[in-house]
Every structure is written in structure tokens, then in C-alpha cells.
């Protein structure tokens, strides 16, 4: 086998009436690569030559094969040079004639015009055209999620419970580890940052004040919603994106299930009543693990921690924190269905629509802290 | 004539459930051949563990006289390139154009420069019936039909000489399944292939296959030309061939 593929090639040999080229061994699919550029060194210079090639001793000739043939006499006869190719087997003819049958223009693509700048503006016009298309489809979805709603709301038995509360157990429940961890460690960092600089001014107490606000009102909030976002934000694009590749939104519409009672609704609503009780949870946890690191690192006591905590934690910071939770949460779950929807037919669009659907979720969450904060501040809470 | 691929013994599970007991099989040089049975008798199955993508638990397959248990990376990678397949579904790359997923193969492979390829996968896509502007297109652009041929495009990339076809005509209309029935039987001839195909169109039975296996009860029911199959007296051919639309095409014939 070994011999074989370093005997593939071509002989030139010059004779009275001009220029003898003569392929052998065996022209398998694997040593095409190797012929090509033996084809371009030999074959290239040759100028209008009276040539002759003979493949009498070539065996294995694929179509591939034959194409690399034909291309280089294409080239020989564009270079001017008389080429007679001798030494077809039958096969070999048919496959010509098959290949010369088939054989397509080359499709040449007009190169784009315009300057830079030109294209610059076409692209920026387009990333702002689509905005406003997503934006406008948004709304749309709102607004059917809206009227269901409102539907819903006059008739309540046929809210899906049952979805509601699975998807309570899926957002909420089965999530509750990843938010013990994260959680634990903010309280952590929190108190180890803390420590360092309040350890220089002798007012180690204080640490106490600082994990508890910082915490309960920012902290929690934040990292779980951002976890859930991460965590059920994206399975629910996922999830209504394969079913609108598999049709299935399709199935449900024309049985007359609108996707916003079914899909949309019990998502949207179990998310709104999981994540605050998750912060609260996360707001223990958090404290906690500032606890540990005050008790370990600033010989704060468990008890002088806790008497210390019910003295500067006013109830308002955790209930301002857990309020937070709906709105995260609708807006998470909002994104992620409608990222779903969105999904078109391949594949390669449930990827992206999914860290898109992340993405959004994550900033919008960020940005709807920041106004919360502004807002809070200004009305003096 | 040679025999290309050969199934002896094989028994699969999954879990509790027996798939395949015992069955055995040859395939031809150069035949088109049929694997048949009822959802669920395992002809996917069976295909699959002839590419490789699936191991059966006991028993042999050999392909061009290879056996698929105890091959080196070479010689798989060497019966790769022999052999071409068409998945149900087309399972074109759903990112890259019909071009590129007619090239991909052979840029990854050949070494060849990228005018020759260009011009093998412009053949190639001509020769499945595709129009020439398709070769722009994106799997998610192309109709049925168009995605079974250019995924047949892209199993002829190479020239194998083996083509795997699970359910080649499923999802096309009558007109574009006996047209792509007649695409395989021509390029057989002009590329002299062998085929071996996953099918329950009894049209396609009937016009192109040289010879198919039965698949039931988890065993080959029937093996050999039409005609033999069609003289078994076994209950699932009866309903099979005999049913209300094989009765229908049994009278007409060819």
C-alpha cells in the first residue's frame, strides 16, 4: 500500500513532436491531494506546446480524479498548448463523458461595492432596523400575553395549575443547591472584604450591619435572579424552540391551546412565585455564611452575630429584596419564552436565540436593579 | 459476484427489549438492496450498526470484507471513505450552504485545490437533480425533496462505492419519490454502486431493488429477489405484499 502512493504521479518525456506526458500508478482518492501540486509543477510553465497524455498505466481513477484531470487540460488549452488525451479505458470514457455531462459554470459572485464607511452604515442601519423589528414583535408578545392573561383572570379554573406547579418545582426547588452555594460564597466574600477594613478601625461589629443590608436588599436578589436566569431563562427558550422546530406550537394552536395559557403563563407565573422565595432563602444562606467567615476570621460570636443582627436588619431591607423577586422574575421568564418563539426553523437558531435569551435576561435584570435603586432612594426607603 | 457487506449473527438489545436475534444477511456488488420490515423490526438499527455508529452484542458485520469489530483507525477511516450515507432526515450541516456540505469531505480529505472541488461539487450537485443556483442555499431553504438529494450530494462527494440509504423517498410526494427512486437506479449504473437502503415503500420495492431482506419477529424473515420473497407463506409478508395497497401493486407489477 505503501509504495503505491509514492508511486502516483506523472513522467514528462520530451519526443519529435512535442511533449509526452504519461501518468501511472494507482490515482485513489487519498493521493489527489499530492497529484494536484505535481500536476502545477510540471504542467504550469507550458506554453503553446503540442503535448500528449497518456493515462494508459493510471488505475483507480474516480471522479475526482477525473475532474483534477480535466480541470489541468482545461488549463494546458487556455495556456495555448494542443493537448490529445489517449489511453482512456472504457470506464474511464464513460466517466468523462459522464463528468462532461454534469459539468456546471463556475457561478462567479460579484464582489459587493461601496467603501468602507458605506458598508459601516448599511450594517448599523441594519442592527438598528432589526431592533425595532424585535422590539415590535416584544410588544406583540406582551400584548397576547396580556389579553390571555386578562382572559385568565375572569375565568381562573382554566389557568394551568398543575404546569404552574411543576414548573415551580423545575425553576424553584431543583435549583435551591446551586443557590445554597453561590449564595454561602457572596456571604463569604462580603464578610472577608469587610473584615479586612474594618479590622483597622477596631469596628469588627460592624460587619454585621454590612452583610445584613448588603445582602438581604442587593445581593440575594441579584445573584439568584441571575442564576435563574442563567439556569431556567435559557431551558425555556430551549425548550419552546424545539417544540416550534418539532411543530408541536403548531399541533397546539390549530387543537386550540393557545401557547400563552399552555407554554407561556404557568412558566411566567412559576418563576414570579419561586424567585422570592428563593431570595429569601438565598438572604439566610448569605447571612450565614457571613456569619461563619465573622465567627472564624473576627472572633465575632454566633450570638453577639445574631443580637447584633436583629438590632440593625429593619425588615423593610429583606421585604425590599424579596419584592424584587417578581419583577426579575417576570422579566426572565418573559425573554426567555419569547426568545423561544423566536426560534425559526435549523437548529443552529436554538443556540443562539438561547444566549440571547441569557443575555437579555441578565441585562434587563441589571438595569431594572439600578431604576429599583434609584427609585427606593428618592423615596427615602 | 462479490459480496460487499455481510451480516452473520447478530443479536442486539436495548435494555430488556431483543431487537435483533440472530439475523443474517449478504449484500451483492452492485445490487440495490432492500431492507424491510414493520416500525420497529430493527432495520434502522441494523443500518446503523453497519456504519459504525452502533455495536451490535454478539455476531459479525463485515463490510468490503473488513469486520467492523476489530478494524485499526485506518481501515475505518479507509471504509468511510468507501461508503456514503444518506441520513432520514438529510442531516445536512444546518450552519454551512449546500456547497460547503457537498465540499466538506473533500476539503478535509482530498488536498485537492479549491477550484477542482469547486467544480466536483458543481458535478455532483448537477448530477442529483439539483438546480445550480442550490448550491447557495442553506439546508433550512431547500424543500424536502431538495434536501434528500443534496444530501445524496454530499454521500457521492467522495465516490464511494457503498451507499447506506435509511428511507431515501419518506416525506417526498409520489412524483418526487419516483424520481429520486430513478436518480439512485441511474447512478448505480453510471457510478456502479452498490446500494443498500432502508425502506417501506412498496413502490421502490417494486421498481428498483434487486434483492431485500425481511425484517420481523426479530429475525430475517424472507431473503432473496421479489419473487422468492413474495412466495414465503410467513404471516408479516402476507400482510405486507398482500395488504390493501401491496394487493393493489402486486396486480400491476412492474
Known sequence: ???????????????????????????????????????????????????????????????????????????????????????????????????????????????????????????????????????????????????????LLVQPWKMRWGAIVKNIEEAGVRALPIITLTSFLIGV???????????????????????????????????????????????????????????????????????HRFLVLPRVIAVMIALPLMIFFADIIGIVGGMVVANVHLNISWSEFVHRLQNVLEVKHVWIGIAKGPFFAWLIAMVGCFRGFQVSRNTESIGRYTTVSVVNAIFLVIACDALFSVVFTRLGI | MNTVVRVSDVVTRFGENLVHDHVSLS?????????????GSGKSTLLREMIMLQKPESGHISVFGHDLQNLSRRQAAWLRQKWGVLFQAGALYSSLTVAENVAITLKEYSGL??????????????????PDHAASLYPA?????????????????????????????????????????????????????????????????WTIVDRLAVLGDRKVIAEGSLQQVLHEQHPVIRKFFYGERGRLRSRHGK
Open chain 2, 141 to 205: 431553504q431547500l424543500s424536502g425533496g431538495m434536501v434528500k438529494r443534496a444530501s445524496l450530494a454530499r454521500a457521492l462527494a467522495r465516490d464511494p462505492r457503498l451507499l447506506f440509504l435509511d428511507e431515501p423517498t419518506s416525506g417526498l410526494d409520489p412524483i418526487g419519490a419516483e424520481a429520486f427512486d430513478t436518480l439512485i437506479l441511474e447512478l448505480r449504473d453510471m457510478l456502479q454502486l452498490t446500494v443498500v437502503m432502508v425502506t417501506h415503500d412498496l413502490d421502490s420495492i
Open chain 2, 27 to 39: 449484500v451483492k456488488e452492485g445490487e440495490i438492496y432492500g431492507l424491510m420490515g414493520g416500525s
Open chain 1, 189 to 259: 466574600v462580603i464578610a472577608y472584604q469587610g473584615a479586612v477594613q474594618l479590622q483597622k478601625f477596631g469596628a469588627n461589629i460592624f460587619v454585621v450591619d454590612m452583610i445584613a443590608i448588603s445582602v438581604t436588599r442587593e445581593l440575594a436578589p441579584l445573584i439568584t435572579a441571575i442564576v435563574v436566569a442563567g439556569r431556567t431563562g435559557s431551558s425555556y427558550t430551549a425548550q419552546i424552540g424545539v417544540m416550534k422546530i418539532t411543530q408541536e406550537i403548531d399541533a397546539m394552536r390549530i387543537m386550540g391551546f393557545e401557547p
Open chain 1, 1 to 151: 500500500m505503501k509504495g503505491d502512493e509514492l508511486q502516483a504521479g506523472i513522467k514528462t518525456l520530451r519526443q519529435e513532436d512535442g511533449l509526452l506526458i504519461r501518468g501511472y500508478g494507482e490515482w485513489r482518492a487519498d493521493v489527489l491531494g499530492k497529484l494536484a501540486g505535481e500536476f502545477e509543477r510540471k504542467l504550469a510553465r507550458l506554453r503553446n506546446e503540442k503535448l500528449s497524455w497518456d493515462i494508459s498505466a493510471v488505475s483507480g481513477l474516480d471522479s475526482s480524479g477525473m475532474v483534477l484531470l480535466l480541470h489541468y487540460l482545461d488549463m494546458l488549452e487556455a495556456q495555448g498548448c494542443q493537448v490529445a488525451l489517449t489511453g482512456l479505458g472504457q470506464d474511464q470514457r464513460k466517466l468523462r463523458e459522464m463528468i462532461e455531462a454534469y459539468a456546471a459554470p463556475a457561478v462567479t459572485a460579484t464582489p459587493p461595492r461601496g467603501s468602507r464607511l458605506y458598508s459601516l452604515l448599511v450594517h448599523a442601519g441594519e442592527a438598528v432596523v432589526a431592533a425595532g423589528r424585535d422590539l415590535v414583535s416584544f410588544l406583540s408578545f406582551l400584548g397576547e400575553n396580556f389579553s390571555v392573561l386578562l382572559l
Open chain 2, 113 to 130: 485545490p479549491a477550484s477542482v472541488i469547486d467544480e466536483i461539487v458543481r458535478m455532483k450537485i448537477r448530477m442529483v437533480g439539483l
